[in-house]
C-alpha cells in the first residue's frame, strides 16, 4: 500500500459545527503533515507529527486542533471555523521527519459556510 | 525572502509543443528538489526527487534536471494529459520543512 487516503472527500459545514478529516497510511511512515491550500497556490504547512507526537505548529489558529491516534491514523478536528478557512486540506506522510519527499493524499476539500 | 520561485506563472501550448519550466531557489545546503503534479481539486502526485547538480531523471515525456541555482522540467511532445499545475519544493538540510514554489500551471491545447 503505497497510498495516504484521506476522507472525507468533501465537506460543507457551517460556523458552529465541529467536523474532522481523518488521514490514514499503511507505509510504516513515522512522520506525518497537514498543508492547507488556497486555490491557485502552493500547498502551506499547518502541523507535523513525528512517532505521534506534535513536532512542528506553524502558528496555525486553535479552531484547528490536530490528533494522531497511532502511527498510521492523523486527525484534524474543525470547530468555529471562519469562511476564509475554506480550502483544500491535504495529508502527506514521509519515512521520517525531513525524510525524502512527502506522499500526499488526495485532499479533502472544505467549505465553510 | 522566498526560498523558491518557479516560472512561467502559466503555460499554453499546443500539443507537440516542447518547452520547459523553471524552478529557482536561492539558499545553498540543499538536500533534495522535488517535483510535483497537481491536477484541480487532487494532491500533489510524486514526480522526481533531484540530489545534486548534474542529475537528471525522466518519466515518459518529462525529464528533469537540476543545477547549483536551478532546476528544470522540460517537457517534450506533451499531450493535453499532461495538463496540471508542476509544483517544485526544495529541502535543506537545515530544518525538516518543504518550501514550495507557486507553481506552473501548464495547459496543453489539442
Known amino acids: 500500500d503505497t497510498e495516504v487516503t484521506q476522507t472525507p472527500k468533501h465537506l460543507v459545514m457551517g460556523m458552529t459545527n465541529k467536523k474532522s478529516l481523518k488521514c490514514e497510511q499503511h507505509?510504516?511512515?513515522?512522520?506525518m503533515y497537514w498543508y492547507k491550500q488556497k486555490a491557485k497556490k502552493p500547498p502551506e504547512l499547518m502541523f507535523v507529527?513525528?512517532?505521534?507526537?506534535?513536532?512542528i505548529n506553524e502558528s496555525v489558529p486553535s479552531r484547528f486542533s490536530p490528533e494522531c491516534p497511532n502511527s498510521s491514523l492523523l486527525n484534524l478536528h474543525l470547530h468555529a471555523l471562519q469562511p476564509e478557512d475554506s480550502a483544500l486540506y491535504l495529508c502527506a506522510s514521509s519515512q521520517e521527519l525531513g525524510g525524502w519527499g512527502y506522499t500526499f493524499g488526495s485532499g479533502t476539500r472544505l467549505t465553510v459556510v | 525572502e522566498d526560498q523558491v520561485t518557479q516560472s512561467p506563472e502559466a503555460l499554453r501550448l499546443q500539443e507537440g509543443e516542447s518547452s520547459s519550466l523553471n524552478c529557482s531557489y536561492t539558499?545553498?545546503?540543499?538536500?533534495?528538489l522535488f517535483w510535483y503534479r497537481q491536477d484541480p481539486g487532487k494532491g500533489p502526485e510524486f514526480l522526481f526527487t533531484?540530489?545534486?547538480a548534474g542529475e537528471e531523471k525522466e518519466k515518459e515525456r518529462l525529464k528533469a534536471t537540476l543545477t547549483k541555482k536551478e532546476s528544470f522540467l522540460h517537457i517534450t511532445a506533451p499531450k493535453p494529459e499532461d495538463s496540471a499545475t508542476y509544483l517544485c519544493?526544495?529541502?535543506?538540510?537545515?530544518?525538516?520543512?518543504?518550501?514550495f514554489g507557486t507553481g506552473t500551471s501548464l495547459t496543453v491545447i489539442p
Open positions: 519544493a526544495v529541502q535543506y538540510y537545515t530544518g525538516n520543512q518543504f518550501y
Open positions: 539558499v545553498s545546503g540543499l538536500r533534495g
Open positions: 507505509m510504516g511512515h513515522r512522520a
Open positions: 507529527y513525528s512517532y505521534e507526537k506534535l513536532s
Open positions: 533531484l540530489y545534486s
